[in-house]
Nanobody, 122 residues
Framework: QVQLVESGGGLVQAGGSLRLSCAAS????????MGWFRQAPGKEREFVAA????????RYVDSVKGRFAISRDNTKNTVYLQMNSLKPEDTALYYC???????????????WGQGTQVTVAS
């Protein structure tokens, strides 16, 4: 049974930082693309960032480039999202996801976590 468990969300002031973690189990983590999506109230879920399994190449939605950084530790089956210079518009439920194929905007994925809430106060 595949499980993705997110942690690290919370309330932060604008300009602050948070680090999200996602611990994976029940899958061959080192062979999966890993990513983060988010969903704000009243909006559709959107792609945030992804990292490949083979070379650790990363991609980001334009709105977070230069502020967020995704990374993975295959020895710990964990993917991270370092979020700096947070803005109120970053407020959302952040989901971890694992996919056997490439991740990106509009793409589907195989497994999802339950989400961790990030709230950025102005």
């Amino acid at each position: 049974q595949v499980q993705l468990v997110e942690s690290g969300g919370g309330l932060v002031q604008a300009g602050g930082s948070l680090r999200l973690s996602c611990a994976a189990s029940g899958l061959s983590f080192s062979r999966y693309y890993m990513g983060w999506f988010r969903q704000a109230p009243g909006k559709e879920r959107e792609f945030v960032a992804a990292i490949t399994w083979r070379f650790g190449a990363t991609r980001y939605v334009d709105s977070v480039k230069g502020r967020f950084a995704i990374s993975r530790d295959n020895t710990k089956n964990t993917v991270y999202l370092q979020m700096n210079s947070l803005k109120p518009e970053d407020t959302a439920l952040y989901y971890c996801t694992a996919s056997e194929s490439d991740l990106g905007p509009g793409k589907t994925s195989d497994y999802w976590g339950q989400g961790t809430q990030v709230t950025v106060a102005s």
